[in-house]
């Protein structure tokens, strides 16, 4: 039997760019490859950090990092707590492990993003920061967040790994918190292998990450003077040679997933028991890095996701599960404190497929053939 779709999907990252080879051979020429000696990496932090709407930008070795660098910068130290949602890649809680604090798991909403209410239950007299996570690529409640976190004396701190260029009742991410954490890790929307940057609108706490980052040197103090206990967390060179001219390119990107997330949501409308996850309420800009999809088994025959998944593939829509709730992950037992049940991520983890971003970089075309796979798929199970 012919697959309903046939045919590749878009690499990514895209081809690289006549400019991205320019900078690189600059780069490797000019042999400063370190971000202490040469000025492509100091150059990035601050485009970057302007393109959001930020004062300031540090760049980092990854995303995971970033998120250690601004707890530690905003004052979480061993012993304390970070809620984190119960619906996001593990690395939003290993980087509290890294700080030396406990992750908080908390449920979410039906937008699988952090749910406020949630934090007000769990955050305790230990408690120093929050981490909303932009999942997919639209922000998070922030306003609901920030009020929470100002009653009792909370951080906030945004996970944004996956939403550059997304924003919030016109607020940019990266904005919308004490510090903002975004990815170049090789499937983001900005990426250079590997990578991250931190930015913040405070000067001090700004002044803290470079510190930190930075083997704890201070801004304007001597190469052998550290004041402060850090590390070496430093960007190459290269990395910020291959990212900056990406900046320029987003938009238009991020307008093509757009598009085709529209696209896709209209073609699955006649598909019974496949619907997409709805935005956060406030959502003006969703960078679609992720399509999140609801499956529901019962209008599939009753067949469970991961038959759906296989079966998708099988069609030439290779669709990813998605997420295990923090909640049943292992690996934190040992280090997070009161996690108890979190219905709405465990639901999601049995239920929730993902269109990843390459797959929303192709045509209309590819759109209707993911929802006449899903039909096809439908019918199969249905016999």
Same mark, same amino acid.
């Given at each position: 039997? =012919? ?10 990252? +895209? ?25 492509? =990496? ?25 998120? $250690? ?22 690395? &939003? !809680? ?36 929050? @981490? ?6 639209? +922000? %998070? ?19 944004? !790994? ?16 004490? !510090? !903002? ?11 250079? #292998? ?16 470079? &510190? ?22 430093? @960007? ?44 956060? +309420? ?14 529901? #088994?019962?209008? $599939? ?8 998944? %296989?079966? @998708? ?19 934190? =037992? ?8 979190? +219905? ?6 049995? &239920? ?32």
């Amino acid at each position: 039997m =012919t697959p309903v779709r046939t045919d590749g999907w878009p690499a990514w990252p +895209p081809p690289p760019t006549a400019e991205q080879r320019e900078r690189l051979l600059r780069v490797l020429d000019g042999g400063q490859w370190g971000a202490t000696q040469g000025t492509e =990496t100091e150059t990035f932090a601050a485009a970057f950090a302007d393109s959001v709407g930020a004062a300031h930008g540090v760049c980092t070795v990854n995303g995971t990092v970033g998120l $250690f660098l601004a707890l530690r910068a905003l004052g979480v130290r061993p012993g304390d707590e970070v809620v984190v949602p119960a619906y996001t890649f593990v690395a &939003s !809680a290993t980087a509290v492990v890294l700080a030396g604090a406990a992750p908080v798991v908390a449920d979410v909403t039906d937008t699988l993003h952090l749910d406020p209410a949630e934090v007000d239950r769990l955050a305790g007299p230990r408690t120093r920061a929050v @981490m909303p996570v932009h999942l997919a690529g639209a +922000p %998070a409640d922030t306003e609901a967040l920030r009020e929470v976190a100002a009653r009792r004396g909370l951080a906030v701190v945004e996970d944004a !790994a996956q939403a550059h260029g997304a924003s919030r009742h016109g607020r940019p991410a990266g904005t919308l918190g004490d !510090a !903002a954490c975004f990815s170049f890790q090789s499937s983001k929307a900005m990426t250079a #292998g590997e990578g991250g940057v931190v930015v913040t609108g405070e000067r001090r706490v700004y002044e803290r990450l470079w &510190s930190l980052h930075n083997v704890g040197r201070t801004l304007g103090g001597g190469w052998y003077d550290h004041p402060e206990l850090g590390w070496n967390l430093r @960007m190459t060179e290269f990395q910020s040679a291959v990212l900056h001219p990406q900046l320029p390119l987003l938009d238009a990107q991020i307008d093509h997933r757009e598009a085709r997330a529209a696209t896709l949501a209209r073609a699955l409308e006649p598909v019974e028991g496949l619907e997409p996850v709805p935005d956060p +309420p406030g959502t003006t800009r969703h960078t679609r890095h992720l399509m999140m999809l609801r499956y529901d #088994g019962a209008a $599939f025959g009753g067949r469970p996701k991961a038959d759906f998944v %296989a079966a @998708m593939a099988a069609e030439g829509v290779p669709l990813d599960a998605g997420y295990r709730s923090l909640s049943r992950e292992p690996s934190l =037992t040992p280090y997070a404190v009161r996690t108890g049940p979190c +219905p709405v991520a465990e639901a999601a983890e049995e &239920s929730v497929v993902w269109v990843r971003q390459p797959m929303l970089m192709a045509d209309d075309r590819a759109m209707g053939q993911i929802a006449e796979a899903a039909r096809v798929v439908g019918e199969r199970f249905r016999r």
